[in-house]
């Protein structure tokens, strides 16, 4: 690439549902432009988006990648994005540093509500997009309907975007196939051709009226935010083609229309019209640039992380979306030392000297920084929230002796993907690794094999039960007395024990009068009951329990807090058993978020889970969505977004936190006792 005849720049993130067409739109843009001489196809596992081992093996994108393309002098960096729910954060996290977003959807009108929550994103953060309308090859099934099929589409797109759709284009079809299309800016009308541009024809007879109706539609739509095209079309004089595409592209870059395109991206057809909309209409860094408050132009840099790559070997690379100013390979950042500035293809490198404002490149060895930070200042810039996992599996190195290696490749997994989280529970002492869905976690586990060398093997985590006690049981005495040679061992304590209101913990209390117990001893009578409460007769923590310790002897010579400790742990014993112990379950309070034509199958899903609804409602901002307020059993909700995902086409999230301890019902119960060997030991492998 000729870097001296660049004269501007286009930053496009590729998104939309899961296997819409994105990887293969990129490779056809790819091809295209002339970046690559041999096209690949995601069946063949050989795309430039897809290049990943873990993105070929399953035939999806599932991380962001980036790639430059130039067609007529200006430079594009495409982002593919996933598409998979299970990978939204990766998108999130790249759209934030774009111009503009193409969204790639089919030509499914039942599908389009998939897009709800791509569109709330894309609107919140003010995010110039259009849509491409891929697989037109499966739209049409004879030359009338493939009209009505693209107005289908149309109407279920603007039922779900909340800024005008604006068809661009409108299909030409012929024996059930889409053939062309007409530009509705120069009414145009164009045949595909395989391999290369389409061939310009004359505007179909028989298409005409609907092309007059789509193009007056289209441009009242653009006369909304134009005054003058306004006045021009009250007096039906017919707008010149430079105002109408100046009126796209002032629209587009304010995020105030939607436009739409038609195409075929494994076939490259409607590809350039799209390329060239982007070359003509969507906004340049300059202009994103002022709209998110920055000046471009000014030398101090001013970046920001929109993904963290470790590479197979091990180095870390940073995308990075320049805001302001000029960056040197070798220049100080934050502190670090930038080493290596790059453009990307796939996994292909490009080394660069510096770059300009205004460009997404990746930068080297950005050590300690992360996906969202800010680079070359201490601004703060907003960044894509984290969404909260909704699925976990506790892991274990396949070889003991890994575990050593485990947190420092988890710390660089999570870099990566900052959807993931890791904990070490600390009841369960299991390490859990949350995140979004089956998939999401099976693909971070590849990374760890496959990157770090650390296979693991994976099992659903246990529930974190809780036991308490229903009965009080006073005077409850327990002695340790010990001999066996020299100092002898002697304690000896009375305690009260009682069932404290759910929520209370734990409490100990002191009512020794006349040092029967002397001080010193005190702490460990009170770390024996803690310790021994820590798995309590049915083998799990005890929580909403009260103990006072009410009398007991000592011996001058043999006592000792350890002794304390011991006579404690055995009144603990002996007094439990009378306590009526009860099994406790974490239940947490959960908002499900999904369509509302689902919402049935929702409240449902809750019922036969053990669910507590407490209402639901539209929710707020999401154009025909509902959120339903549930309490949930956590040992319920294992499953919960795989089945939810299902019954919502995929779409269908949830929040959740940790609400209280609740009594598990008398049947199950003794089920779970059963599976986990009455003594919570962790063999609880539903
Ligand atoms: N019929 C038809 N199939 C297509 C077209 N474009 C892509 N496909 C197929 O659709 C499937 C998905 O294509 P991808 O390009 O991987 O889709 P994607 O949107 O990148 O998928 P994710 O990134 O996993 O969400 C593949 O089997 C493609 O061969 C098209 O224009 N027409
Ligand atoms: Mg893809």
């Not at 739109?25 to 430039?48: A, Y």
């Not at 993907?417 to 999401?440: A, F, K, M, Y």
């Not at 306590?579 to 309070?589: F, N, V």
């Not at 899903?605 to 307020?629: C, F, M, N, P, T």
Request: hydrophobic share 35%.
């Amino acid at each position: 690439m000729n870097e001296n005849v660049i004269r501007a720049t286009r930053n496009v993130a590729i998104v939309g549902p899961y296997l819409s067409g994105k990887t293969s739109l990129l490779e056809s843009l790819l091809s295209v432009t002339g970046t690559i001489t041999r096209k690949g196809n995601v069946k063949d596992g050989n795309t430039v988006g897809d290049s990943s081992p873990e993105a070929r093996d399953r035939k999806m994108s599932v991380e962001v990648n980036s790639a430059t393309a130039e067609y007529e002098n200006v430079r594009f960096t495409f982002l593919d994005c996933p598409g998979s729910i299970e990978f939204a954060q990766e998108t999130y996290n790249a759209l934030i540093g774009v111009d503009a977003a193409v969204i790639v959807c089919e030509p499914v009108a039942d599908r389009t509500l998939t897009l709800a929550p791509l569109f709330k994103f894309l609107d919140d953060w003010e995010i110039p997009h259009l849509v491409f309308i891929n697989k037109i090859d499966r739209a049409c099934t004879d030359e009338i309907t493939c009209g009505s099929n693209f107005t289908e589409v149309l109407n279920a797109l603007k039922s779900v975007s909340s800024r005008p759709i604006v068809p661009h284009q409108y299909p030409i079809g012929k024996n059930e196939q889409i053939i062309g299309f007409i530009d509705l800016v120069t009414e145009q009308a164009y045949h595909y051709h395989p391999g290369a541009p389409a061939d310009p024809v004359p505007l179909p007879e028989h298409l005409k009226a609907q092309e007059s109706a789509a193009r007056q539609e289209m441009l009242e739509e653009l006369a909304n935010f134009d005054d003058h095209l306004l006045e021009e079309l009250l007096e039906e004089i017919n707008p010149d083609v430079e105002e109408i595409t100046r009126d796209f592209k002032m629209e587009l870059g304010a995020d105030l229309i939607v436009p739409v395109f038609i195409g075929i991206a494994e076939q490259d057809f409607g590809v350039r019209p799209l390329l060239e909309a982007l070359l003509r209409e969507a906004p340049t860094p300059e202009t994103t640039a002022k709209r998110r408050g920055f000046i471009q132009s000014e030398n101090k840099v001013l970046g920001q992380i929109l993904k963290t790559y470790y590479t197979p070997q091990g180095g870390k690379l940073s995308l990075v979306r320049m805001w302001r100013g000029t960056l040197a390979d070798g220049a100080l950042l934050n502190g670090v030392r930038v080493n290596g500035l790059y453009r990307l293809t796939g996994q292909q490198t490009q080394s660069l000297q510096s770059v300009s404002a205004g460009e997404i490149v990746a930068v080297g060895r950005l050590e300690g920084l992360r996906t969202g930070d800010v680079l070359g200042s201490d601004e703060l810039l907003p960044k894509a929230e984290i969404i909260s996992p909704v699925y976990a599996l506790a892991i274990v190195p396949e070889k003991r002796n890994d575990e050593v290696k485990l947190s420092s490749a988890l710390a660089k997994l999570l870099e990566e993907d900052p959807s993931l989280v890791w904990e070490q529970h600390g009841d369960t002492h299991e390490v859990i690794l949350w995140g979004q869905g089956e998939i999401h976690l099976k693909v971070g586990l590849d990374r760890l094999r496959r990157k770090y060398n650390l296979p693991m093997v994976t099992h659903l985590p246990q529930v974190p039960y809780k036991e308490t006690i229903r009965k009080p049981a006073s005077s409850i005495h327990g002695r340790y007395k010990h001999q066996s040679g020299g100092h002898g061992q002697f304690g000896d304590v009375y305690l009260d024990i009682a069932p404290q209101p759910r929520g209370e913990g734990f409490n100990f209390t002191d009512k020794i009068v006349g040092g029967v117990v002397p001080k010193q001893y005190i702490p460990g009578v009170e770390v024996g009951v803690r310790e021994y409460l820590d798995r309590g007769p049915l083998g799990f923590p005890v929580v909403d329990v009260s103990v006072t310790l009410t009398n007991g002897s000592y011996h001058s010579v043999d006592s000792s807090e350890q002794a304390f400790k011991q006579a404690a742990r055995l009144a603990m014993q002996s007094g439990m058993e009378k306590c009526e112990s009860t099994l406790l379950e974490p239940i947490a309070k959960v908002e499900i978020c999904a369509p509302n034509e689902c919402t049935s199958k929702v409240l449902q899903l809750i019922s036969g889970h053990r669910g507590q609804i407490l209402g639901y409602e539209g929710k707020a901002d999401w154009k025909g969505w509902d959120a339903v307020s549930v309490y949930l059993p956590i040992a319920e909700m294992q499953n919960l977004i795989v089945e939810l995902r299902s019954q919502t086409m995929g779409v269908g999230f949830f929040h959740w936190e940790f609400d209280r301890l609740q009594e598990v019902p008398e049947p199950l119960a003794k089920r779970v006792l059963l599976t986990t060997g009455g003594n919570g030991n962790g063999n609880d492998k539903r």
